[in-house]
């Protein structure tokens, strides 16, 4: 159980363009989301919380109108990286918060490589 | 705190020895930690955690100790095997309403056949 899917599992863009990546909770309801970016040999740094049904709270220096995070239902937020540039070339993983009992539990996606060209 | 590494530091085991991988963290008002386990091109799998209510948990193979007098974290892996070959990331969360986690800068941990 407790499994979370990304689609697409890469994507290469040309500079300008936006790009949508998907993430689900496959066989549980995510109240929350989280969105994180990794570089390379790098650690994960978290860009946004998604909460079911509002606004998605973005870390310090995290562009919300750059990164446009939706959370439509229990299992899937989408995050669309707007205009891309090179820059935004990147690991985005996201993770869904899963609860037994008491205990919240964060499960990660496999990752979405994104490349701007 | 967030933390941002240019590059990682490396862990060479032998196969079949002990690995021990450490983590410092900064927040002493962290209440639970994670062990994560990233393998390239692939999202951090969960290990094993433990609250801050604990000092040690065992799972399969691998055991975690909290020292917050020292603010310290390490995961010991028995007997390990090449396919434990990855990157590991320790992961805190601070409570007080906010369930995100902030990451380690990861340990490469590299097995020897």
């Known amino acids: 159980g407790a499994v979370v899917s990304q689609h697409p599992s890469w994507v290469i863009c040309k500079s300008g363009t936006s790009v949508k990546i998907e993430c689900r909770s496959l066989?549980?309801?995510?109240?929350?989301m989280f969105w994180y970016r990794q570089f390379p040999k790098q650690s994960l740094m978290l860009m946004a919380t998604?909460?079911?049904?509002?606004?998605?709270?973005?870390e310090q220096g995290v562009e919300k109108d750059k990164f446009l995070i939706n959370h439509a239902s229990l299992t899937l937020s989408t995050l669309t990286v707007t205009s891309a540039h090179p820059e935004d070339s990147s690991f985005y993983i996201c993770?869904?918060?899963?609860?037994?009992?008491?205990?919240?539990?964060?499960?990660f996606g496999p990752g979405t490589r994104l490349t701007v060209l | 705190g967030e933390s941002v590494g240019l590059h990682l530091p490396t862990l060479s085991v032998q196969e079949g020895d002990n690995s021990i991988i450490n983590c410092a963290y900064s927040?002493?008002?962290?209440?639970?930690f994670i062990w994560y386990k990233q393998e390239s091109g692939k999202g951090p799998q969960f290990i094993i955690d433990?609250?801050?209510?604990?000092d040690k948990r065992q799972g399969q193979r691998v055991t975690v100790l909290l020292n917050k007098t020292v603010k310290h974290l390490s995961l010991q892996i028995a007997a390990t095997q090449p396919g434990d070959s990855a990157v590991y990331f320790c992961?805190?969360?601070?409570?007080?309403?906010?369930?995100?986690?902030?990451f380690g800068s990861g340990t490469r941990l590299q097995v020897q056949p």
């Open positions: 993770s869904a918060e899963a609860r037994a009992g008491s205990t919240d539990t964060q499960y």
């Open positions: 066989d549980f309801q995510a109240t929350t």
């Open positions: 998604s909460n079911e049904g509002s606004k998605a709270t973005y």
């Open positions: 927040n002493s008002a962290s209440d639970y």
């Open positions: 433990i609250r801050s209510n604990m």
């Open positions: 992961a805190e969360n601070i409570g007080t309403g906010r369930r995100a986690l902030t």
